[in-house]
């Protein structure tokens, strides 16, 4: 990325700690640079224009400088408009934080997902479904996917073949879904792979097979790694 100075950039905070008396050392997702470290120094101090604005999921325009891994956090501004997010809504936040967190690589631009990041935390913040925030959650989880190179196969089959609404599938990792036998554990109904080529979770059967399967290859990817927000699903 261009080192020096950037100015105006719309960001998220991820994820911010305290940084030795005074400072933060922010985590946050912008729509041009990717993923970034920086510090906001002093930005504990009672008289900071800083204390108070690096909140996670609020939209801000953040200006850095420097160069290395950890860059200076020079100006944030919030931008308004998103409803603080609690309860449920809340914890799918944390959810999708940890997956940028984990799988999302350091100084990687991916604005079509930061658009739909932000988008996400807009119907967060202002619906009180959960049957809507588990769609998002499918509908940004394979996005996901799809920015770092796994792209998971719906319409078709391993061989080539259209995917059927009544067959029954076994999704292989990096393959795609191959027909199984109806008796087969662990399969997938055709319809619900069709339901998520079109970002369609309105079946309750599609959005717990679905949920099932982006569990199985988010633990792929993130090798093992835990997701500490899972925990609070189930708290």
């Keep these: 990325m261009p080192r020096g ?32 470290a920086l510090l906001a120094r002093g930005a504990r101090r009672p008289q900071s224009p800083l ?43 944390y959810y999708l934080n940890e997956l940028l967190l984990k799988l999302l690589p350091r100084e990687d631009a991916h ?3 930061f658009g739909r990041y932000a988008e996400i935390l807009f119907r967060l913040g202002h619906s009180a479904k959960d049957s809507i925030a588990e769609a998002d959650l499918r509908t940004f989880e394979r996005a ?7 792209g998971l196969t719906l319409a078709r089959d391993s061989g080539g073949d259209a995917i059927l609404p009544e067959g029954r599938y076994r999704y292989e990792i990096e393959r795609g879904p191959a027909p199984a036998a109806a008796a ?18 309105r079946r309750s ?3 717990s097979e679905a949920k099932q ?23």
């Design 205 to 207: 059967a599609t959005r």
């Design 111 to 113: 604005p079509r997902l």
């Design 184 to 201: 087969e554990p662990g399969t997938i109904a055709g319809q619900t792979l069709l339901d998520m080529a079109a970002d369609d979770y």
């Design 51 to 93: 204390r108070g604005l690096l909140m996670g999921f609020q939209p801000l325009e953040l200006s850095w400088a420097g160069k290395g891994e950890v860059l200076t956090l020079v100006r944030a501004e919030w931008q308004g408009g998103q409803t603080p997010l609690a309860g449920h809504p809340l914890f799918c936040g």
């Design 5 to 36: 100075r950037i100015d105006n950039q719309p960001a998220y905070v991820l994820h911010a700690r305290p940084y030795r008396e005074t400072s933060l050392l922010a985590e946050i997702f912008s729509r041009d640079y990717g993923r970034l």
């Design 144 to 150: 996901l996917l799809g920015e770092l190179g796994y």
């Design 213 to 235: 399967l982006m569990r199985r290859l988010l633990a792929h990817y993130l090798d093992g790694a835990e997701l500490e927000s899972r925990k609070l699903f189930q708290g």
